[in-house]
């Protein structure tokens, strides 16, 4: 079975920049996986380059996903994630999508005027992301717009996300203050934190490779026990490029459902391909919370046509079928200038590689998954 994988390596602005606990992100450093069999039907992944100090960010390059594709383990799950939906989505007709997302607030400098433009589109859920710096540096400040905020939006529904503002029991301590009434709270299950720990009504769940299935399984057995002292955290976060696959994405939605815990599914660091293939899971699954799906929304440019992945209000929109991207335009396309006045594009390189193998079209293993 001669299967042919085409690895382009792209950047594209970003709209406005992304804040992230390392810093800021301007452009999404991209590569996008095209799998083609011998019939000549397409699948595509995708996976970023986060520049910070993540291992498994770091190993994100064209050299790693072609021992991916040749069938040599790697310690990224983001490249395993990117090559095997490729080979799950070949010649895939998707079905028409409607899935609502989530709004989500990173800057505690624009809370409030966010918030406000999320409730003039008729956006349901907002989730505010909190860092460190939130509660060392601007406590009174953060704690008072976002008290003001929900009490002249009683209509949104808030979700906070701690994930990036504490390491340890001190910085837990500080976030006491913001256990407010009628919100959720959620813990990034990818971040190591201290197991256990009890801040009022939330409990951090400390979990390094909840991309495992052994690890997965148990903490959210240990989340349910503790719910029954009304503590624990009834939000999960789960996002396709760290569960190795379509598959082991809805596996993973499928356990935490099994615990009475709801998954806010999505990523918003993303681009076009990711977000769509999220979007395929969350009708999947027939998802409850809101989607995370809305990375694509921040990109000045898009990957997959325009008239094919949408946005109206507070939903995005896929208006079915294969997959359509203009790689002549994408490879022409010029994104800005050197300093000394020569072009940038988009497209940074391109790679080819075939594989001739009978497991050509298996999914790669990731240790441990699922």
Same mark, same amino acid.
């Given at each position: ?61 064209? /050299? &790693?996903?072609?021992?991916? #594709?040749? *069938?040599?383990? +790697?310690?990224?799950?983001? %490249?395993?994630?990117? !090559? ?10 998707? /079905? &028409?999508?409607?899935?609502? #997302?989530? *709004?989500?607030? +990173?800057?505690?400098?624009? %809370?409030?005027?966010? !918030? ?244 050509a079209l298996k999914l790669r293993e990731y240790p441990r998954l699922w």
């Amino acid at each position: 079975m001669k299967t042919t994988f085409t690895i382009r390596e792209l950047r594209i602005p970003l709209k406005n920049p992304e804040a992230l606990h390392s810093g800021e992100l301007n452009e999404y450093h991209m590569y996008i996986i095209e799998a083609q069999n011998e019939a000549g039907d397409k699948g595509y992944g995708e996976l970023l380059s986060i520049p910070d100090d993540n291992p498994q960010h770091q190993t994100v390059n064209i /050299p &790693a996903i072609i021992n991916c #594709i040749n *069938g040599q383990r +790697t310690i990224s799950p983001y %490249v395993v994630t990117a !090559v095997n939906t490729a080979i799950e989505t070949i010649g895939l007709e998707y /079905p &028409a999508l409607r899935v609502p #997302i989530c *709004g989500s607030v +990173t800057n505690p400098d624009t %809370v409030k005027e966010e !918030v406000e433009l999320f409730a003039k589109k008729g956006y349901e859920w907002v989730k505010v992301r909190l860092f460190s710096k939130m509660l060392d540096d601007e406590v009174e400040y953060v704690r008072d717009n976002i008290y003001d905020v929900m009490n002249a939006n009683p209509n949104i529904k808030f979700i906070f996300d701690c994930a990036k503002c504490f390491t340890n029991a001190a910085e837990l301590r500080k976030f006491e203050f913001l256990l407010l009434p009628n919100a959720e709270y959620i813990i990034d299950p990818h971040r190591e934190n201290q197991y256990g720990h009890k801040i009022g009504k939330a409990t951090v769940v400390r979990d390094r490779d909840m991309w495992f299935a052994p690890d997965f399984q148990k903490q959210i057995i240990a989340n349910h026990r503790n719910r029954q002292q009304h503590f624990a955290v009834k939000q999960l976060m789960l996002r396709l490029p760290k569960h190795g696959a379509l598959l082991g994405a809805e596996k993973m939605i499928h356990s935490a459902n099994s615990y009475a815990m709801e998954p806010l599914f999505g990523s918003g660091i993303a681009g076009d391909i990711t977000c769509l293939n999220e979007m395929l899971v969350y009708q999947r699954k027939n998802l409850p919370m809101p989607g995370m799906m809305d990375g694509f929304l921040k990109q000045k440019h898009r990957i997959v046509k325009a008239t094919q992945l949408k946005h109206s209000r507070n939903y995005a929109l896929f208006e079915g079928g294969k997959i359509e991207i203009d790689w002549d335009a994408i490879k022409n396309k010029v994104i800005g200038e050197t300093p000394k006045g020569e072009p940038v594009y988009m497209l940074i390189s391109e790679k080819v590689v075939v594989n001739e193998s009978e497991d050509a079209l298996k999914l790669r293993e990731y240790p441990r998954l699922w």
